[in-house]
């Protein structure tokens, strides 16, 4: 049995590493779409700010690791897909046979149609190779534009202050991470920022990226249109929809990302923002699966189905999806939405249905002067979602009461009148029931 | 043989002396904002419940980690950090659905329960034998592994 896992990122990894496991016998080959050993997105902020070395973001760190494991590790960005023949063709003419196939082939961000996106000095925050560049040119004290304050962007927000540039965020939303936080908790951080010396601009667009050098045929008007003169390492001209001219040494772009099913065409697997994919994480296609950030997995708190781009989602589905490969038949129960983001110092997380449900209902605590803040959402007696802000302690419990379905009981009277007291109410329900 | 923390909490007195050991133990601080284990007050019910870790099967922390830096010691069954490669991302916070892994902020490193490497300071430390450290098939740990069983919904074998 010749099991091919194609992207290298978590769910690949975790789904190869399962396979092992459940089968031993079993031929494994993992591919990977960058000239790297298998690494972490996650983890390159901490790579950009100079706390890990760029092997740090590697997903597994002991020498050899793969081969010790029996898994063929290559490199290749595939182009096509036979499921008929059982056939990957690469971009570089090279093809590979299955007899089961994992699709983890995760994301890459959208360049939003902007003139002048092509420029050097511009790059995506999204690969190694990006943040390689990033470094070299996110030097103290320079000008920077980071375009869209998302959960990635106010990640990359974070590395980037932290080395100490001059930093303004472009935001065509009308807070930070509106996907993940709601207006008052969106504000608080945009608040958080600024204290910290961030410029943030929020409902504005980037028209267009220009050549620092027009500006001296702009004359006096070109002036007037700055709040802050050029620097001489400034090469780019960020025009915004205020009308306002920023300067930029550097051009950082985290407008989302789309999933990675381009090669898809034509092979009859069935796509609709994300592959589709069952409670087995098996696609339209026999002896196909997918995983991680490219595939609509379960989602038990909507009943639907969805992608939650997440390390915790990406490595459950690779490790489903595997033992379903190997021949085990076991049924995915579903991920919730979550996240936690820290935004200099500023820790905040979602969970589930944060926005709310139909019918149901919100108790919220919140304290601007101290950024804590504390939003439940429930139905009837039961947590759906929840929004922190300032809480580093137990958070994970919010995961639990709602992945549990617990009925709260009194405790929802309680938590009414003080949501603080969550981690009291999952402690009461867990221990002393 | 493994053994884990039992926990019972009706011979829990709430001296809290188990957090203060486990601060100074992990973190050469008696503070126990800093404690890996931590006692819940039920002023209505006049209880105390001592909570941490119980090293679950399912390893959700674990799992969740996108560096690597949560592994299992083989001589104890601890999920243990390890601060070397932690970035201080956080996920596992959210992921652990049991509320037992927390961030320190001073470090900059997650934290949670890691049995002390097999002579757990908190078990040490409780006058009343509300925190034990007994052989893992102890029936007294039922409880909380049934409820481990509640909330593990990564899978449902057919």
Not at chain 1, 268 to 292: P, W
Not at chain 2, 34 to 57: G, H, L, M, N, W
Request: one cysteine or more; aromatic letters at 6%.
């Amino acid at each position: 049995m010749h099991y091919v896992v194609l992207g290298a990122g978590p769910a690949g990894v975790v789904a190869a590493e399962t396979l092992r496991t459940a089968d031993r016998a079993g031929t494994i080959t993992l591919v990977g779409g960058e000239p790297e050993p298998p690494y972490s997105r996650m983890a390159i902020p901490y790579f950009l700010t100079g706390k890990i070395p760029a092997e740090g973001t590697h997903l597994r760190k002991a020498p050899g690791y793969y081969d010790t494991l029996g898994i063929g590790f290559r490199q290749g960005t595939a182009e096509g897909l036979d499921t008929d023949a059982k056939r990957i063709a690469f971009a570089d003419g090279s093809h590979l046979h299955y007899d089961r196939l994992l699709i983890a082939t995760g994301a890459r961000p959208v360049r939003p149609p902007i003139a002048g996106l092509e420029r050097k000095a511009v790059h995506h925050c999204w690969t190694l190779e990006d943040a390689r560049n990033i470094v070299t040119l996110a030097e103290p004290g320079s000008h920077v534009v980071l375009m869209g304050a998302g959960f990635i962007g106010c990640i990359v927000l974070e590395a980037l202050a932290m080395r100490g540039v001059n930093l303004t965020v472009v935001e065509m939303g009308d807070r930070m991470v509106p996907r993940m936080m709601n207006p008052t908790a969106g504000t608080m951080i945009r608040k958080w920022c600024e204290t910290k010396g961030v410029r943030v601009l929020t409902s504005t667009r980037i028209k267009s990226l220009q050549s620092v050098a027009a500006e001296k045929s702009r004359g006096i008007f070109g002036f007037l249109r700055r709040k802050e003169a050029p620097r001489d390492s400034d090469t780019i001209d960020v025009e915004l929809d205020t009308g306002e001219m920023l300067a930029a040494h550097l051009v950082v772009v985290c407008a989302g990302v789309k999933p990675n099913t381009d090669f898809l065409e034509g092979s009859g697997i069935r796509t609709d923002g994300g592959i589709l994919v069952d409670r087995y994480m098996r696609t339209s296609a026999n002896d196909v699966y997918a995983a991680g950030d490219v595939a609509r997995g379960y989602d038990f708190s909507t009943k639907g189905h969805d992608v939650h781009a997440i390390q915790p989602t990406a490595s459950e589905h690779g490790r489903i999806a595997a033992l379903n490969m190997a021949g085990h038949n076991v049924q995915y129960n579903g991920s919730l939405q979550m996240n936690v983001l820290d935004t200099l110092g500023l820790i905040s997380s979602s969970f589930g249905l944060w926005d709310g449900v139909e019918g149901g209902e919100a108790v919220e605590v919140v304290d601007h002067d101290a950024y804590r803040y504390l939003c439940l959402q429930f139905k009837d007696d039961v947590l759906v979602g929840g929004t922190a802000i300032g809480m580093t302690q137990h958070i994970g419990c919010l995961r639990g009461l709602i992945q549990a379905g617990t009925r709260l009981g009194p405790w929802k009277e309680r938590l009414r009148r003080d949501p603080m007291r969550i981690m009291d109410a999952y402690v009461a329900h867990s221990q002393m029931a | 043989m493994q053994r884990s923390l039992n926990i019972d909490p009706g011979k829990c007195t709430g001296c809290r002396q188990c957090e203060m050991a486990c601060s100074y133990e992990n973190e050469k601080v008696f503070n126990p904002s800093k404690s890996r284990i931590r006692v819940f007050t039920f002023d209505a019910e006049a209880r105390f419940v001592p909570y941490t870790c119980t090293q679950c099967a399912e390893a959700w922390c674990m799992r969740a980690c996108p560096v690597d830096a949560i592994r299992i010691n083989l001589g104890t069954g601890a999920k243990e950090i390890h601060n070397d490669v932690c970035v201080g991302c956080k996920v596992c916070t959210i992921a652990c659905p049991f509320g037992t892994v927390n961030y320190n902020a001073d470090t900059g490193k997650v934290m949670k329960c890691d049995l002390c490497e097999g002579d757990p300071a908190c078990a040490k430390a409780c006058p009343t034998a509300a925190i034990t450290y007994v052989d893992a098939n102890w029936t007294g740990l039922d409880k909380m592994r049934m409820w481990a069983a509640k909330t593990d919904s990564a899978m449902t074998a057919n």
